[in-house]
């Protein structure tokens, strides 16, 4: 008989979330992790840090930039580097402690150390081999690398480096506008930092809706951030304490040299898998290196299921987390089920960006027939009144159902507002639904409520 029913690989947030709900549902759990704390990327060097570091260097501009017209006058508050790195160690250190409690809680057993599989239904770690019915993986992702450029962690770093430099560089090139560089290089050019971002595209944040896009890229600008746009980095090489980032412009093909103190490079992530014997075990792979897996995340090799990064679709922690839960469903013999069609992405800058569902793009490639409800915060009494009335809120809906297909945000709590919409979408909500349902005043979520009102009859405060 298996020593448990279930065994766990990877203690980010799909792979905790998954054992958790594995022993709610009554099924023998335990989780192999190879990092010292629970909690995976998210917890240690990713959605927790990060949004640690945004809150600091947020309260630093608030108090440069409005307390002074609120009346609130004095000297404004230094920067203690040292200090704000402990506090985010604080916060990361509650947040994988809470973890360890929960596995407590729940019974659930954590072995320590790197795990393999060297058969179906048996999992090493170190010298042991425990055995299982159902083996998860959920071993997530690491940073892609990048021909020409060797991080060193200390000069050129990865996001993981950029949660921990040794002091506050005063110039930093970001490699790649998309999601880390664009957050990350926030909180440095928040801090004092000139930040100058490379990008290979001629657009920030591929993916996002378009309108999005550049508004974002110009709310950016305007904080400071330098954008080099359509530019293929060739190489990065890092002296004295300095770094050189060598870039060819595509629509010319000439080649330029930044120097800057620091270079962080965030050109995607991919999934980590190795040491897992994967190969050995035949289990199939897609050609960009997740794990192949069918819909209800069962690998090639039965028994062996995956989850999380480590599989495809878009790398978030709360996709991995609903993973992580449906698969406890479908192996306690229950019915597991993802909607990846409503799967909020969310970017923590100042203001945050936060979408669901489709692009106008998308909805224009399928052909679709569409409408479209935009309504700015400048419109939104709430926003004005806390210096946020930068951006808008846009909903996307089939012209004939008049049914919720995508939104887009770009403000204040645009994070937060986004739930409403996503709530709509499961329950498939048409707009004059959202529109119809009544909003507090005064709230940023009335900005919802008004773009809804575009859709039909339109809003009232713009
Ligand atoms: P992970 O969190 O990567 O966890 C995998 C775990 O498996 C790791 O702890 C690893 O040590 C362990 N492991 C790997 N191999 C083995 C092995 N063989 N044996 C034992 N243990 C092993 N997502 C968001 O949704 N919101 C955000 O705000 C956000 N911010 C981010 C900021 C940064 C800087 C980064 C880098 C990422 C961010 N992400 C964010 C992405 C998010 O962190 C990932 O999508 C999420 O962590 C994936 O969860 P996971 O469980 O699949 O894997
Ligand atoms: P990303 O895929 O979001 O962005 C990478 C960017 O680098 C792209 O814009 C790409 O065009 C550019 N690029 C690639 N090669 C280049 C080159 N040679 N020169 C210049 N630019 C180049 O990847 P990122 O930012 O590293 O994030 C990785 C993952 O982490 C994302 O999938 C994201 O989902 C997740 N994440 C999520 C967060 C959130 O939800 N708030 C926060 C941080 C990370």
Not at 150 to 178: C, H, N, Q, R, Y
Not at 344 to 367: D, R
Not at 415 to 434: K, N, P, R, T, Y
Request: net charge negative; aromatic share 6%.
């Amino acid at each position: 008989m298996a020593e448990f029913d279930v065994i766990v690989i990877g203690a980010g947030p799909g792979g905790y979330v998954c054992a958790i709900r594995c022993a709610q549902l009554g099924l023998k759990t335990a989780v192999v992790e190879g990092r010292e704390t629970l909690g995976g990327t998210c917890l240690n060097v990713g959605c927790i840090p990060s949004k640690a570091l945004l809150h600091a260097s947020h309260s630093l501009h608030d108090a440069e930039h409005n307390f002074a017209r609120m009346g609130l006058v004095g000297a404004a508050p230094k920067v203690d580097w040292a200090q704000m790195l402990s506090y985010k160690d604080e916060v990361i250190g509650q947040n994988t402690k809470g973890i360890e409690f929960l596995f407590k809680k729940n019974k659930i057993t954590w072995l320590k150390g790197w795990g393999s599989i060297p058969a179906a239904g048996q999992v090493k770690v170190g010298d042991e081999v425990h055995t299982a019915r159902h083996i998860v993986i959920a071993t997530g992702s690491e940073p892609s690398s990048l021909p020409g450029v060797d991080v060193d962690e200390k000069v050129i770093v990865t996001s993981t480096g950029a949660l921990a430099l040794p002091k506050i560089p005063k110039s930093m090139v970001v490699i790649g506008a998309g999601v880390i560089g664009l957050e990350l290089g926030s909180v440095y050019a928040r801090l004092g930092t000139k930040v100058t971002v490379v990008e290979f595209l001629d657009v920030v944040t591929p993916g996002m809706d378009g309108e999005v896009q550049k508004t974002f890229q110009r709310l950016l600008k305007r904080q400071g951030l330098d954008f080099i746009m359509g530019a293929a980095v060739q190489k990065a090489e890092a002296g004295k304490g300095k770094a050189t980032v060598t870039y060819k412009l595509r629509k010319d093909d000439s080649e330029a040299v930044l120097e800057a103190d620091c270079v962080l490079v965030a050109t995607g992530r991919k999934p980590f898998t190795d040491g897992l014997g994967l190969a050995a075990l035949g289990v199939e792979m897609e050609p960009r290196g997740q794990i192949r897996t069918d819909p209800h995340w069962q690998t090639s090799v039965p028994g062996i299921h995956a989850i999380g990064d480590a599989i495809a679709g878009p790398m978030l922690a709360h996709k991995a987390e609903d993973e992580g839960m449906a698969l406890a469903e479908v192996l306690a013999g229950k019915h597991g089920h993802v909607n990846y069609d409503v799967i909020p992405g969310v970017i923590y800058t100042a203001p945050e960006v936060a979408s669901v569902g489709k692009t106008e793009e998308a909805l224009k490639a399928e052909g679709r027939a569409y409408k479209v409800g935009k309504f700015s915060f400048m419109g939104n009494g709430r926003a004005k009144a806390v210096f946020q009335g930068d951006g808008f809120v846009k909903i996307l809906a089939d012209k004939e159902t008049d049914r919720v297909l995508g939104a887009h945000i770009i403000g204040p709590a645009a994070g937060e507002l986004i739930h409403e919409l996503c709530v709509g979408m499961e329950f498939g909500a048409s707009a004059q639904d959202i529109a119809l349902t009544c909003h507090a005043h005064p709230t940023f979520s009335e900005a919802v409520r008004e773009a809804a009102l575009a859709c039909g009859d339109g809003p009232i405060h713009s």
